[in-house]
């Protein structure tokens, strides 16, 4: 068997280097669904990237999909500028993030599935098709993002998951898929892998908004992981209630199902922006409380080992 690989914006790297590993963040993003909370400055990200390997982080993962002001350019500035490895994405986002118009809402199947697969095996499209004539960038996506809307998803959505189905099993990587408020769960698992798509290369986020234990491990019993991000949210909720949720899951069993981001999705929420609590409060404030609760073997599982197989790159068949 050779070794299992991951492919960063720099390149394919083994994905047991990975280090402790930020499974959802943005370094660069830019939505009408957070109007003037945009960051896309690459001196400031590089700061903000900076202080998160200082605190502990080793590889992030950059979950911007396309339209949303994804720069591979500038990914590949911060990686080289920092030493951190960057794994990017493909794929789409829910459709509150796309204005009026945008060509995501209508495309086929067919052409939004060629352009991840694009991203995937040429290179990340620069300028997201605004620009058809743009050439690629050096960057290849390593992950594919989805989104789906509260308790349902549009037609559109469906599409676009189809199309992330497609990707997924055409360029060997896993789908993230954004749940609105944790909900959805189950049904995105079971349109995912009733397009085919094997269970481990799923991805549930954001379900702790939802920190409903016992659900939760039903879900991951299925074979799927959960990556939880609400740590210093501290308006939805303590990071306590996290700790808890966290404890109990590993508890009923899947701890080999869990991943840690930290979904930095507002200029606000950045240090190097004049905001926070920034990129180092994982390592710096939460991680060290998880390792209380369930152990080091246990929070190693979920910051180094989880990632490295969710992650890794899968030779299509
Ligand atoms: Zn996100």
Known sequence: MPE???????????????????????????????PGDEF??????????????????????????????RRPDLLRAVSEATGIPIIAASGYHRDAHY?????????????????????LKVGMHPTDWTDPDAAPDLARAGAIKAGASYHHASEAERRRLEACAIGSQRGGVSILVHTEIGTFGHEIVDILTGLGVAPHRIILAHLDRNPDAELHAEIAARGV??????????????????????????????????????????????????????????????????RNRIGDDA???ILVSNPARAFALEVPA
């Open 4 to 34: 299992p690989h991951v492919m960063t914006v720099t390149g394919p790297m083994p994905a047991s280097s990975l280090g402790a590993v930020d499974a959802h963040d943005h370094l660069f993003l830019r939505t009408p669904a957070l």
């Open 40 to 69: 896309d400055d690459l001196e400031r990200s590089t700061a903000e990237a900076m202080e998160g390997r200082a605190s502990g982080i080793g590889t992030i993962v950059d979950m911007t999909p396309i339209g949303l002001g």
């Open 99 to 119: 204005p009026a118009g945008h060509w995501a809402h209508d495309a086929s199947v067919d052409t939004l599935a060629e352009r991840i697969v694009r991203d």
């Open 225 to 290: 992981f959960l990556e939880y991000d609400t740590m210093g949210r501290t308006k939805y909720r303590p990071d306590i209630d996290l700790l808890d949720l966290i404890e109990r899951v590993v508890a009923a069993g899947h701890v080999a199902n869990l991943l840690l981001g930290q979904d930095i999705g507002r200029r606000s929420m950045l240090r190097a922006y004049g905001g926070g609590p920034g990129m180092r409060y994982l390592m710096e404030r939460f991680v060290p409380r998880v």
């Open 299 to 301: 929070t190693d599982a």
